[in-house]
């Protein structure tokens, strides 16, 4: 099993920057595709960005151009850079892992997930 952990969440005016970590622990692998989902009130969790273990990347429609997801395998960490962010870029955030070949959105295919971390955007 792997354990992850969000950090980076805030308050943060439209226009601004946040960049979320997620730190993965115990069964960890070179092979683990990462991503990030997001949860409004209300609202179902969607997908937002992810990562292949070989450094393939996709996004949502909505972020293209303005969030990118990175990863440090030495430190086991998954980045998501967020800048020009929007009001309707508020949500949980929610850092997930699936071990598995090619790119899925499906939230279903990711086995790992994290407790969450709150992005807040004020207009």
């Known amino acids: 099993q792997v354990q992850l952990v969000e950090s980076g969440g805030g308050l943060v005016q439209a226009g601004g920057s946040l960049r979320l970590s997620c730190a993965a622990s115990?069964?960890?692998?070179?092979?683990?595709?990462m991503g990030w989902f997001r949860q409004a009130p209300g609202k179902e969790r969607e997908f937002v960005a992810v990562m292949t273990w070989d450094g393939d990347t996709y996004y949502t429609d909505s972020v293209k151009g303005r969030f990118t997801i990175s990863r440090d395998n030495a430190k086991n960490t998954v980045y998501l850079q967020m800048n020009n962010l929007k009001p309707e870029d508020t949500a949980v955030y929610y850092c997930?892992?699936?071990?598995?070949?090619?790119?899925?959105?499906?939230?279903?295919?990711?086995?790992?997930w994290g407790q969450g971390t709150q992005v807040t955007v004020s207009s």
């Open positions: 997930a892992a699936r071990l598995g070949m090619g790119i899925t959105t499906d939230l279903r295919h990711f086995g790992s």
């Open positions: 115990g069964r960890t692998s070179p092979y683990l595709a």
